[in-house]
C-alpha cells in the first residue's frame, strides 16, 4: 500500500502497521475496529440551467433550507438533556438559514446558471477558504461548521432529510471521520463506540469537548487518516497523547492492552480520590478549581474533584451566531452552572472576544494585531450596552448560589473602575426591576498583561480578587503569538520573567489580603503547580482532566520541599534551568504524572 492510497487486501502480502500522530481529543485508550462515518460529500450534481429555470431552482433551495433547518431541530429535541449539543445544533440551525449564504447562492443561480447543488457547494467552500484564510484558528475550526452546514442542505436537495447519525447495528468500534457534527454525536454512546478518531480538529473542537464529556477516548487532527486507514482496519487509538497505531502487530496490541489497563487502574484511582481534599504531604491544602468553556462541563469539573469553577469563559456563548445572546438566554446559562456547582463558587468571566477569539456577531473591525486591539475589556467598554447586558444577567446568576465576576485583559485601572460603573449600573437595574441577586458581588481583575502585574498592588487595592491569566502573561510578556507553534521554546511559564510577575501579584494579594488565583495552564502542569504553591499561592484552577493529577502531585510534596524549590527557580536566569530544576528534584517523585515529554529518557512511565 502506498502513502496515499488505501489498504487493499492483496494476497499475501502482511498488513502494514502504522503510527499516525494527532492532538489528545479525550484521554483514555481504546482498541477495535474502524468504522468509517461516511459524511456523503461526494458527487455534488455540477449542471448548468437555464435562465427561466432560476426561480424553481432557487424555490427548491428554500425548500432544502427548511427541511435541514427542522431535520437539525429534531435532533436537538432529542439531545435536549446534553445542553452542549443543543446550543451547538442550535446555532447551525441559524446557519443553515443565513440570509448571506442564500444570497450568495442566488447570484451563482441566477447570474452563473448553476444548478442550486453547485451554487451551493461553490458558496460554502468560498465561504470556507475566507474563514480559513483569516489565519484564525478558531475561525478556521468554524468553517469545517459552515461545510457541515452546506452539507445538510445538499442531503436535504437529494432527498436526505435525516443526519447520517453514526451506523447503527454494527459491532462497537472506533469512529473514523473526517470531522463529527454534534447531529452525529448525538447519537453516540459509549456502549456502541469505543473511541473515535477525526482527520481535522483541535482541544477545543466541538468533537474533542464532546467526546471528553461523553468519556469516549478520542484523537483528533491527524492528516489524512482517511487515506491512511480503511473501513474494518484494525485500530490502538491513545487518547492521551494523541497517537493511533493502524494494523497493529500481535506484540503493539498486547502492549496496548496492558497499556490501557494501566492508564485506566490509575485514573479510576485518581477519580475515586474526588472528594479527597487537595492538600501538600505535610496537610496544607490547596483549592483547584475547574475551568469550563460550555456549562454542560461544570458537572464534569465536580466530576473530577474541582472545588468550584475558577474560570467560566462565556464568550463562547457569543460564537457562532449572528445575534447577540439575549440577557434571558445568559442567564439562563449562568444559573444552570451556578446551581450545579453551588454552594461552591463560580467565577463568571466577562467576554473574552478579540485576539484568537472571535464572534463575528460583534464585527470587529480587523486589526493589524488582534491580540494587542480591540479585545477583551476592551471590546466592553467599546460596547456598554452589549456589555451591561452580560453583566445584568450575571447579577440575576448571583442569586442562586455564589458568584464572582472577572474581567479579562485589564491593562489599566481605569478599564476596572470603568467596569465597576457599569456594574453598579446593572446591579441598580436588577434591583429596579425587582429581580433577585446576592448581597454581595465581588469583582476581580485578570492579570494578564505584564502592566498590571506590575502595578498588583494598585490592583489589589480596588478588585475584590486576582486571577493570573498565565496563558495571555506569557504572551504579552515574551512578545510570543500564543498560537504561535514555532515559538513555543520561547513561550514557557517557567521563565524567570513570568515567575517575578506572579511573585510581585501575590505579594500584592497578600499585602491587601486579596485571594489570588492561577487560572491559565501553567496551573495544569503538575510540576508548575508545585512551584506555583512553593510561591505561595493556594488556588488553583485548570481544566478538569487536570485536577486529579495536579492533586496526586500536590500530595506527594511537602510545603517545605516546594518552598525550597521556588527559592532555587528565584536564583536562575532562563526557562530551562527553571524547568531543569524542577524536573531534577521532583520528577522522580512524580513520574507517573508527567506527559512523557516532560521527563529525561531514563524516566520515561510505562503508558
Ligand atoms: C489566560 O490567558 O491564561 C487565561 C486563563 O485566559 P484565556 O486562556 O481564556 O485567554
Ligand atoms: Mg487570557
Redesign the pocket.
Known sequence: MGDDGKHESSGSEPPITRDLRGLPGSAGFAIGSAIFVDQGRSGVVRRRIQKHSADDEMARFDRAVKEAALSLREVAERARPRIAEVSILEAYILMVQDETLREDVERRVRIDLQCVEWALRSSVLDMGEQLRGSNDPYLAERSHDFEFVGDRILGALAGRTRPSGIPLGHEPGIIVARDLSPAETATLTKERVLGIVTEIGTRTSHTAILARALEIPAVVGVKNLRQLVAHGDRLIIDGVHGKITVLPSDAQLTDATERSKRYYAMATGLRAARDRPATTKCGVPVTLKGNIELSLEASIALDHGARGIG?Y?TEFLYVDRHELPSEEEQYATYRQVVETVAPLPVTLRTF?IGGDKFASVFQVPPDMNPALGLRAVRLGLERPHVFKVQLRAMVRASAHGSVRIMV?MVASLNELRAVRKLLNEAIAEVDASGLPRAEYLPLGAMI?VPAAAILAEEFAREAEFLSI?????VQYTMAVDRSSRDLTHLASFFDPAILRLIKNVIQAGSFRQRPVIV???MASDPLAAILLVGMGLRELSMEANAIPEVKEALSRVTLEEAKDAAATAFEASTANEVQDGVVARFAPLIADLLDPDELPNSMLRGF
Do not use: F, K
Open positions: 474560570l469563559r473574552d479579562p494578564e491569566g498565565t496563558n495571555d502573561l487560572c491559565g495552564a
